[in-house]
């Protein structure tokens, strides 16, 4: 099992729609969870750290389930500024923080 | 704001060649990282450092080695170039925990070709 999976998507939305991405990893040990942006030829920035008891930052909502092993990113009313790669990072023991692939969001007017 | 500068955003060397790659942070990190990100295979760390002199291979270190003489400059080394090395090369760093546990500031990246 790859240590942290994700749908690269495409995922292709009209403005305004709700999105949501997925990621699983393996490490059960893993201890802290992040959601980055990279915009295209861009470098990735953080978006939002993901908390055990879930957080939400304006239109973007992050989810733990650390039993599945699951991690979860939710972006409502979509605007086209949203378009970009969403790579999901877990942090396990003892070694340096894991991307996943990314996910592609395209939102389209 | 934290800013993470790569010397070059562009470079093609030949096969072979010697090719060296510097970052530089300007926030006191203890952390830095070398990965490079294809197309289809993500972001893969090749180096990270949590100290002046201090380094630790990551999942492809093969074919790079890497240099941190200063806190805040952290240098990526291909001895001979080949051109499976193409790629982009990002530089990263990081304040806190003992491997990148806090959030990391990326460089704009240098796109490598290998002819």
């Known amino acids: 099992r790859k240590e942290v999976e994700q749908d690269p998507g495409p995922f292709n939305v009209p403005e305004g729609a709700t999105v949501a991405f997925n990621c699983t990893y393996s490490n059960s040990a893993s201890q802290s969870f992040f959601w980055y942006r990279q915009d295209c030829r861009k470098e990735p920035k953080l978006l939002m750290s993901?908390?055990?008891s879930g957080n939400e930052d304006g239109r973007f909502t992050a989810q733990l389930n650390r039993a599945s092993q699951y991690i979860s990113l939710l972006i409502r009313d979509s605007k086209l500024s949203d378009s970009a790669t969403y790579l999901c990072v877990v942090n396990p023991p003892g070694t340096a923080l894991i991307f996943g692939k990314g996910t592609t969001l395209s939102v389209s007017s | 704001d934290v800013k993470v500068t790569q010397s070059s955003r562009y470079l093609v060397k030949r096969t072979g060649e010697k090719v060296f790659l510097e970052c530089v942070q300007d926030m006191d990190h203890e952390n830095m990282f070398w990965y490079r990100q294809d197309p289809g295979l993500g972001l893969r760390l090749i180096y990270f450092s949590y100290d002046v002199k201090m380094k630790e291979k990551g999942d492809i270190p093969e074919g790079y080695s890497v240099s941190r003489e200063k806190k805040e400059r952290f240098s990526l080394i291909l001895e001979s170039a080949s051109t499976n090395q193409t790629s982009m090369y990002l530089c990263a760093s990081s304040l806190i925990g003992s491997a990148g546990g806090g959030e990391l500031f990326f460089g704009e990246g240098s796109r490598l070709t290998v002819l």
């Open positions: 993901v908390y055990s």
